[in-house]
């Protein structure tokens, strides 16, 4: 007979982490908020993604950055530009973001005359993908040098976003990328996921992205 308790943490920490971000997208729905979390690797171009996609829909949309690291406030200040509304927020070297901590990002960021707000979530495929934030919907990057065989190294993060963004397409050139191959697996995993070619620098593909965050946002508010 045993004497000692086994506690399942990891299983509890998930359920009430996901009553919590059930709570706030209830929230942001009586607010009329939209929230998107943007996930990736470190250096896929989730920044210059956001400016972006802050350009194309600024003059329709009120938009707000909810800008995560571990440490430093290099992106809000970038972000800060623009003229958008931007909190940074430090993790205190958590590798993601839950819905508690969102939900502190919100309320100091406040959603006030905000129609979106952007959480760029902390660089990584694998963590952040295991967390409700509490998010309306989920999107990521994936960058042409990243590689094609990510959805085979991190399926969970593809299985769990409604977005796709392959990033850098005006380096396929340079790398030996599989687009196809991407699409394919991705689908695989998550039939539903959006699969959008974009460059970041160039503009390609901005405006499919930004049509597709606009319509999303029409509807939570309709709905």
Same mark, same amino acid.
């Given at each position: 007979?045993?004497?000692?308790?086994?506690?399942?943490?990891?299983?509890?920490?998930?359920?009430?982490?996901?009553?919590?971000?059930?709570?706030?997208?209830?929230?942001?729905?009586?607010?009329?908020?939209?929230?998107?979390?943007?996930?990736?690797?470190?250096?896929?171009?989730?920044?210059?993604?956001?400016?972006?996609?802050?350009?194309?829909?600024?003059?329709?949309?009120?938009? /707000?950055?909810?800008?995560? $690291? %571990?440490?430093?406030?290099?992106?809000?200040?970038?972000?800060?530009?623009?003229?958008? *509304? #931007? &909190?940074?927020?430090?993790?205190?070297?958590?590798?993601?973001?839950?819905?508690?901590?969102?939900?502190?990002?919100?309320?100091?960021?406040?959603?006030?005359?905000?129609?979106?707000?952007?959480?760029?979530?902390?660089?990584?495929?694998?963590?952040?993908?295991?967390?409700?934030?509490?998010?309306?919907?989920?999107?990521?990057?994936?960058?042409?040098?990243?590689?094609?065989?990510?959805?085979?190294?991190?399926?969970?993060?593809?299985?769990?976003?409604?977005?796709?963004?392959?990033?850098?397409?005006?380096?396929? /050139?340079?790398?030996?990328? $599989? %687009?196809?191959?991407?699409?394919?697996?991705?689908?695989?995993?998550?039939?539903?996921? *959006? #699969? &959008?070619?974009?460059?970041?620098?160039?503009?390609?593909?901005?405006?499919?992205?930004?049509?597709?965050?606009?319509?999303?946002?029409?509807?939570?508010?309709?709905?």
């Amino acid at each position: 007979m045993n004497t000692y308790k086994i506690i399942e943490i990891k299983q509890s920490v998930f359920e009430n982490n996901d009553k919590q971000a059930e709570l706030l997208r209830e929230e942001l729905k009586k607010d009329k908020t939209f929230l998107l979390n943007l996930m990736s690797s470190p250096g896929s171009g989730k920044t210059t993604t956001v400016l972006r996609t802050i350009e194309a829909l600024k003059d329709e949309l009120n938009i /707000g950055v909810l800008e995560a $690291d %571990i440490d430093s406030d290099v992106d809000a200040s970038v972000v800060s530009k623009t003229g958008a *509304k #931007v &909190i940074q927020l430090h993790t205190g070297g958590m590798c993601h973001l839950d819905a508690e901590m969102t939900r502190q990002g919100i309320e100091g960021l406040g959603t006030e005359g905000l129609d979106l707000v952007i959480l760029e979530n902390v660089g990584n495929l694998v963590c952040p993908a295991e967390f409700d934030t509490g998010a309306c919907k989920n999107a990521m990057i994936l960058s042409v040098p990243e590689g094609d065989d990510k959805p085979l190294k991190y399926p969970l993060m593809f299985s769990i976003v409604d977005v796709l963004l392959i990033n850098k397409i005006d380096a396929m /050139g340079i790398f030996d990328f $599989d %687009i196809e191959a991407v699409k394919e697996r991705a689908k695989k995993l998550n039939p539903n996921i *959006k #699969v &959008i070619p974009i460059s970041a620098k160039t503009g390609e593909g901005i405006k499919e992205w930004a049509d597709w965050l606009r319509q999303e946002v029409k509807k939570w508010n309709e709905n």
